[in-house]
């Protein structure tokens, strides 16, 4: 494993890095827009670093089907946040969520550190967008659906193994358009492209993306598959569940965690740290 650089950090082999969700969207899934407005998406990042997020990754649409949210609506909700945010903590990698390269082009140049390309290289522009302003880019497997849909019936002849491929075809990619290998990411992107089976199945083999050599990303805070896996659970009780399959995730080789709740992730990865008798 190589150290992982994005903007101003470091996270060498064996430290994990939290990265903390900000919504700027009216609609989304966990705080149905509780840090829609401006002032409480800045309020959300200040308890999200004292909280011991690395990174804040900030969204401006809603993953979801919903609303139409175009290009510009989306870089009003996320630009001048990027920027605040730059401004108020030097330090922080922040990371926006976007598959757009007209938006990634322009919080690159308001201080984002790292393009969170969720539904996976459906802009094939964003990776050069990275290369061009010396970013980091999260490339991840959405099985190859179209932004803010649910596929029906998706179906692998190995999820793994497609997730694998497609990840790392994507990561080479970036490589290839200039994005300096050490600040690029794998994601797995749980729920996206899949059904609960296929995010168990990835949760269970992560240890196999791993295995890649690049660093791996892990989003599961409050998923459907988590709530689905306990019984069907609503939103608001599959803490206890995120926290679970962080940590599953961390003794497979996972090293950065998108979150909703910082504190909580840094408390039970340090935990896991403590556990590993590697890291003692």
Not at 77 to 96: C, F, T
Not at 218 to 228: I, L, P, Q, T, Y
Request: proline residues 4%.
């Amino acid at each position: 494993m190589s150290t992982l650089r994005l903007g101003r950090r470091e996270f060498p082999p064996g430290e994990y890095a939290i990265m903390a969700v900000v919504n700027r969207t009216p609609d989304s899934f966990y705080d149905k827009g509780r840090t829609y407005g401006f002032d409480a998406a800045m309020r959300a990042v200040d308890t999200a670093v004292a909280g011991g997020a690395d990174i804040v990754d900030i969204g401006g649409v809603k993953a979801g089907p919903g609303d139409e949210v175009d290009a510009q609506e989306e870089i009003r909700r996320v630009a001048d946040l990027v920027a605040a945010v730059r401004e108020r903590h030097p330090g922080l990698v922040i990371s926006v969520d976007t598959w757009r390269a007209e938006v990634g082009e322009v919080v690159a140049a308001a201080g984002a550190d790292l393009l969170n390309d969720t539904w996976g290289g459906v802009d094939p522009g964003l990776a050069e967008v990275a290369a061009r302003h010396g970013i980091g880019l999260v490339c991840a497997h959405a099985g190859r659906v179209t932004p803010r849909t649910r596929p029906h019936r998706i179906a692998y002849d190995d999820v793994v193994a497609d997730v694998i491929a497609y990840t790392t075809e994507l990561a080479e990619r970036a490589v290839a358009a200039g994005v300096a290998r050490e600040a690029i990411l794998i994601d797995p992107a749980h729920d996206f492209g899949k059904n609960t089976f296929h995010s168990l199945e990835v949760s269970r083999r992560l240890d196999e993306m791993a295995a890649t050599g690049w660093p791996v990303l892990v989003a599961v805070s409050n998923k459907d598959f988590v709530g689905e896996t306990l019984g069907g659970l609503p939103v608001d009780q599959r803490h206890a569940g995120t926290i679970a399959t962080l940590a599953v995730s961390a003794l497979q080789g996972a090293r950065v965690f998108r979150v909703h709740d910082a504190a909580s992730a840094r408390t039970a990865l340090a935990e896991v740290t403590r556990l590993l008798p590697e890291r003692r």
